[in-house]
């Protein structure tokens, strides 16, 4: 059974630092695109970032661009999300997700990703 954990959320003032964590098992994601997307409330789920199999090409929002960073450890089956200058509208349900097709060009749109986690509350307060 394959699964996506992810860890890591808190509650953080604006301007500071998290790190998300999804650790995968049941099946190896070394071939496969991983990404990070977000829901709030009342919102639709939209893409944060995507990194490429090989780690080598990283895709983000332009909301987020210079302020998160994904990245990945292959040999852990595991994708981060470096959050800084975390900003009230960052609040959301955090959730990673993996791409079953090997090593596809990674994609910003949710029906591309077949495996999800359950998220993890992400909150910055102002």
């Known amino acids: 059974q394959v699964q996506l954990v992810e860890s890591g959320g808190g509650l953080v003032q604006a301007g500071g630092s998290l790190r998300l964590s999804c650790k995968a098992s049941?099946?190896?994601?070394?071939?496969?695109?991983l990404a990070w997307f977000r829901q709030s409330p009342g919102k639709e789920r939209e893409f944060v970032a995507a990194i490429s199999w090989s780690g080598g090409n990283q895709f983000y929002h332009d909301s987020v661009k210079g302020r998160f960073t994904i990245s990945r450890d292959n040999a852990r089956n595991t994708v981060y999300l470096q959050m800084n200058v975390l900003k009230p509208e960052d609040t959301a349900v955090y959730y990673c997700?993996?791409?079953?097709?090997?090593?596809?060009?990674?994609?910003?749109?949710?029906?591309?990703?077949?495996?999800w986690g359950q998220g993890t509350q992400v909150t910055v307060s102002s």
């Open positions: 049941g099946r190896s994601f070394s071939l496969n695109t």
């Open positions: 997700a993996a791409d079953s097709r090997l090593e596809g060009i990674p994609s910003m749109v949710n029906y591309r990703y077949d495996y």
